[in-house]
């Protein structure tokens, strides 16, 4: 038991778990400003941790899906969760959110 909680304790002690946390909670928050205003995408609960929740066509979805992006989608709704991690980077946020806008738009 004790091997179990060794990585826990260095997470906690030294404080990773916090700048983890943190760091996906921001990159959530930029991916959600990235995709206010992008024409057939609807923010539809507020941000609070680093999960985005999203209203969009399934056509969007599936396009989405086509050019390998990954994240879940609620069976037959058109709503999708994007969550983002510790190891988020920004980039991947602005490619992620330049593909919506082309899928959007028709692209």
Not at 41 to 54: D, E, L, R, T, Y
């Amino acid at each position: 038991m004790r091997f179990l909680a060794a990585p826990w304790i260095g997470m906690l002690e030294g404080g990773a778990l916090l700048r983890h946390a943190a760091h996906a909670n921001r990159c959530a928050r930029k991916l959600e400003q990235g995709m206010k205003g992008i024409a057939g995408v609807k923010i539809v609960h507020p941000v609070q941790a680093n999960g985005v929740f999203v209203q969009m066509a399934p056509a969007a979805i599936d396009a989405l899906q086509a050019r390998g992006w990954h994240f879940y989608t609620f069976i037959g709704s058109g709503h999708a969760r994007f969550m983002c991690s510790w190891n988020t980077a920004e980039e991947e946020i602005a490619a992620l959110v330049a593909d919506l806008r082309g899928v959007c738009a028709g692209d």
